[in-house]
């Protein structure tokens, strides 16, 4: 299995701040998800982000709102853009490997 | 589309009780099958998955669940739950090849002591 970290681990930030959150793992992957998750929802995928290529977004998400950087096989980056009080969930960092998927612990954002 | 159903909210045992938390499926193609499980303000943690062989399948903390094609179901079941099962619990589905995981809506699953 791999091991997932995130940084911030929560936060509160003002409406119309960005907030960068920061993936780390601690073994190359190729694949890696954003995923986000509202309070007392499911988990959405936003987005796949492989390395060296443009992150592939999900119906409904869009790369002004998220923008996410990959620069190598350990690191992601996802953006919360221009932040209003909806953009308020868990946001989880995920990696693929073999058949299974991984998940990060999550950042917590409230946006006031 | 491939998507998940849990059609229960909650689910509620007595301590020491079989635990059953339902999901059905729907995609196209074979399946690959999981459940996640999620305890308050932590991360999903990996429970245990179907992608061949034996419908029954054994997972972390004495789960298994059962794959069962002609009901398109994937049933997570523990013989005996525990107080520390209390958690919420994800079903997820996605197809060979695509690795996008579709997941069902979770279900709180409260164990009385």
């Known amino acids: 299995s791999a091991v997932i970290s995130q940084k911030p681990s929560r936060d509160i930030c003002q409406r119309g701040t960005s907030l960068t959150i920061q993936c780390q793992v601690d073994s190359q992957v190729t694949m890696m998800f954003w995923y986000r998750q509202q309070p007392g929802q499911s988990l959405t995928l936003i987005a796949t982000a492989n390395q060296g290529s443009e992150a592939t977004y999900e119906s409904g998400f869009v790369i002004d709102k998220f923008p996410i950087s990959r620069p190598n096989l350990t690191f992601s980056t996802l953006t919360v853009s221009n932040m209003s009080p909806e953009d308020s969930s868990i946001y989880l960092c995920s990696v693929g490997s073999g058949d299974e998927q991984f998940f990060g612990p999550g950042t917590r954002l409230t946006v006031l | 589309a491939q998507s998940v159903a849990q059609p229960e909210d909650q689910v509620n045992v007595a301590e020491g009780n079989p635990l059953t938390v339902k999901c059905t499926y729907s995609?196209?193609?074979?399946?690959?099958l999981f459940w996640y499980v999620q305890y308050p303000n932590r991360g999903l943690q990996f429970l245990l998955k179907?992608?061949?062989?034996?419908?029954l399948v054994k997972g972390s903390y004495g789960f298994e669940a059962e794959f069962n094609k002609s009901q398109t179901s994937f049933h997570l079941k523990k013989p005996s739950a525990l107080v520390s099962d209390s958690a919420l619990y994800f079903c997820a589905v996605r197809v060979y090849g695509n690795n996008r995981l579709a997941f069902g809506k979770g279900n709180q699953v409260v164990v009385i002591p």
């Open positions: 179907y992608i061949t062989g034996d419908n």
């Open positions: 995609v196209s193609g074979n399946p690959y």
